[in-house]
């Protein structure tokens, strides 16, 4: 009995070295026709290039969500996340074709107008807002006064250095609102470490850039923990931006606040926002960029993305300043595939 046993183990062993090749792919999305209930096991159906996501610092956990999405909803089979320094790392790595996609700030996107031929807008993807924030017992403003514009020159205004693009776009609209720099931007430190320097009425630090979404979880947070009420939100208005050409670069918003305190209740603080950008080079597949449109505009687009996502991303689709990918262009020609996410 004991010898029988012992060969029938054997007899198991031998078998399962034996090499054995499924004649499927997998049961898993995104090969399960979910309509027809059957795999579709046609090759032509797929991308099997590796599609290779550059990646900047403040966009990583969005980028991993977002490309996790992508292959559950697609027929997109791989995707490389690669991590840049800095935005303009992620721009000629894509206009060199060393990237695939990337991810920038669409007021970041605008200075690099004419400088790279080869890259190519898919679509406005989310927006983020831009907050600012001073320590009221070192400046003092009128009620009616309480907007950028008023800042008195030469002081030290600190950016999240968590967040790579907080410095150029801190930057950028300062430059817009006063045409040149006015202010000492230090970069050297977190956001936690700026908000306690912030409290602290001696340091240098009395004012504070970050970027977040609108209602921000950040400035909540940051206001509800300062007891003394010494923290208040700078308006920015974008009726005080200039540029030189009409282009959708800033919005104007309001601060919004998820659970109000009584502190805010009564006050309302203008803001501005801007696009976050789906960029590619134009060596990339239309197919490719048809795929992730596809995916993109739908109906429940929050449930997969999160984030301010754009409301009605056919409208919000031009970039107004360098070319759409070609994909881009064959999507829209659908019209079935228009429509206004209400």
Do not use: A, C, W
């Not at 605008?110 to 406005?124: E, G």
């Not at 600190?158 to 776009?169: A, E, I, P, R, S």
Request: proline share 2%.
């Amino acid at each position: 009995m004991i010898f029988k046993i012992i060969l029938y183990l054997m007899i198991l062993f031998i078998i399962s070295l034996i090499p054995y090749r499924e004649n499927y792919y997998t049961f898993f999305t995104p090969f399960y026709k979910k309509k027809n209930k059957i795999l579709n096991t046609n090759k032509n159906d797929y991308t099997y290039k590796e599609l290779r996501f550059g990646s900047l610092k403040n966009y990583n956990k969005f980028i991993i969500y977002f490309s996790k999405r992508i292959l559950e909803f697609t027929n997109i089979l791989k995707i490389k996340i690669i991590n840049e320094k800095d935005d303009n790392t992620l721009v000629n790595n894509l206009n060199n074709y060393n990237l695939d996609l990337g991810i920038i700030p669409r007021p970041i996107l605008y200075s690099y107008f004419n400088k790279y031929k080869n890259i190519r807008f898919v679509t406005n993807l989310n927006s983020s807002t831009f907050y600012m924030i001073y320590n009221s017992d070192n400046l003092q403003f009128n009620e009616n006064n309480i907007d950028i514009k008023n800042l008195p020159k030469n002081i030290n205004i600190g950016v999240d250095n968590n967040y790579t693009l907080n410095y150029t776009l801190t930057k950028d609209i300062i430059k817009n609102i006063f045409g040149k720099d006015v202010f000492n931007i230090v970069k050297e430190y977190p956001l936690e470490t700026l908000i306690k320097k912030l409290s602290n009425n001696k340091d240098k630090i009395n004012v504070v850039t970050f970027i977040d979404s609108n209602p921000s979880e950040i400035l909540n947070k940051i206001l509800n923990d300062d007891i003394k009420n010494k923290i208040k939100i700078m308006s920015i208005k974008k009726k005080d931006m200039y540029f030189k050409e009409t282009q959708t670069i800033y919005l104007q918003d309001f601060v919004k606040f998820k659970n109000y305190s009584q502190l805010n209740l009564y006050n309302t603080y203008e803001t501005i926002y801007f696009f976050n950008v789906l960029i590619s080079n134009n060596n990339l597949s239309e197919k490719t960029i048809y795929e992730i449109l596809n995916f993109l505009n739908r109906e429940n687009i929050d449930k997969y993305l999160i984030g301010n996502n754009i409301r009605d991303i056919y409208f919000n689709r031009e970039p107004n300043v360098i070319d759409s990918h070609k994909g881009v262009d064959q999507f829209y020609k659908n019209k079935d595939n228009i429509f206004n996410l209400k």
